[in-house]
């Protein structure tokens, strides 16, 4: 299997098809470890495996980075996402809503999650919402392991009504 050798592996899902872009799942989930622990869990409605380009295609997405060594990660939902099968990192696309360790809430069009340092960000404008107000920036870079965040391209604060 493809994903057994990318240290990672897919959960058997409920439907798969073949069709001339590769292989179509409904219902995968993805998971991925770092030294034995679940790392990176990805659940999608539907995916497509194009084997030219190593890339699962997603449709319908929810993922999470599972807590590591006390270190408790992020979740988000999007429209659809591209896995990069040879690194695990993930692409999410379209309606991103997402939710931090420390119960930051945002959302954007586009957040990108690279696997190797831990670091989901985006230069998409963003909202954020946490326990102080709600505020608008240029993008975010967000250290999952270290729970750090980081607003780019200026902040403004959003005054409710």
Known sequence: MLAAACGAGFLPSR?????????????????????????????????????????????RVESSVDPQEGSPGFEMTCD????????????AKGNVHGKTADGRRFTT???????????????APVEIQEAGGK????????????????????ATMVREP
């Open 109 to 123: 069009t586009w957040v990108r999650y690279d696997h190797a340092t831990g670091v989901a960000s985006t230069d």
């Open 135 to 154: 505020y608008k920036g240029g993008g975010f870079r967000y250290q999952v392991r270290e729970q750090r965040f980081k607003l780019l391209g200026g």
């Open 80 to 91: 659809e996402g591209d896995l990069f099968l040879s690194t695990n990192d993930f692409l």
């Open 15 to 59: 439907s798969v098809a073949q069709d001339a872009d590769g292989m179509v799942m409904r219902g995968l989930t993805f998971v991925s470890s770092r030294g034995g622990e679940r790392d990176l869990v990805l659940r999608a409605d539907r995916a497509r495996l194009d084997p030219g380009s190593n890339v699962a295609h997603l449709e």
